[in-house]
């Protein structure tokens, strides 16, 4: 059991710029979550998917976010034409639906957008 | 709507000594599950424990345990013996909707 894993770990854009992240959960969760996380405060609920099915969005993710799962594995989180509002942590999850009732987390790609 | 408050935004504690952290949510749900995980400075979020809103003991892991109190809706992290590793932000968080929703965190500094 490896981890939930996140590349990159670090990410520095100009603002307009898209960006991707990527995120490999625990190989036998079916559950993934992304979250976004600003300085001095806890992780906000962004997104999650059951298996490649993507079943909730938060108001949080704008047009210009957009999430993946395709074959119910690794998943991406684009940003498009990012705005400085963007810099923040994104925490990527993992969890196995029927099992216990954690959410394990990866170390986060941190983005900064100039 | 659901709603976690951690109203110490920062504490101190004696290596060895053991340390309370606060937690209280706001929920209209009959069932639901409690967690605390711990965010070292590198950042990543590490899961310590978890209580349900029906179990009737409250939840120990190693040196953490939980203090559930139901009808006062608090749900405080106990940690004993602390250790110097023990500093870094600790997060409060409720599962609603299959999702977490956390508190702002607490910093714990513990001091040798």
């Known amino acids: 059991d490896t981890g939930v894993s996140q590349d990159p770990r670090h990410k520095i854009t100009k603002r307009g710029q898209n960006v991707t992240f990527r995120c490999d959960p625990i190989?036998?969760?079916?559950?993934l979550y992304w979250y976004r996380q600003t300085l001095g405060q806890g992780p906000e609920f962004l997104t999650y998917?059951?298996?490649?099915?993507?079943?909730?969005k938060s108001r949080l993710l704008s047009d210009r976010f957009s999430a993946e799962r395709p074959k119910g594995s690794f998943s991406t989180l684009e940003i498009q034409r990012t705005e400085q509002g963007d810099s923040a942590m994104y925490l990527c999850?993992?969890?196995?639906?029927?099992?216990?009732?954690?959410?394990?987390f990866g170390p986060g790609t941190r983005l900064t957008v100039t | 709507a659901q709603k976690i408050t951690q109203t110490q935004p920062g504490m101190f504690v004696q290596e060895k000594e053991a340390v309370t952290l606060d937690c209280t949510y706001d929920t209209s749900d009959p069932s639901y599950g409690l967690f605390w995980y711990k965010q070292p400075s590198s950042g990543e979020m590490i899961f310590l424990i978890y209580q349900g809103s029906y179990d009737q003991q409250n939840a120990t892991e190693g040196r953490y345990s939980l203090n559930f109190q139901k009808a006062r809706k608090s749900a405080n992290l106990v940690i004993s013996a602390s250790q110097l590793g023990d500093s870094a932000m600790y997060f409060c968080a409720m599962e609603y909707g299959n999702k977490l929703v956390f508190g702002a965190g607490t910093i714990l500094r513990v001091k040798s």
């Open positions: 998917f059951q298996n490649e099915a993507q079943l909730e």
């Open positions: 999850a993992s969890s196995l639906w029927g099992g216990t009732y954690e959410q394990y």
């Open positions: 190989s036998e969760h079916n559950r």
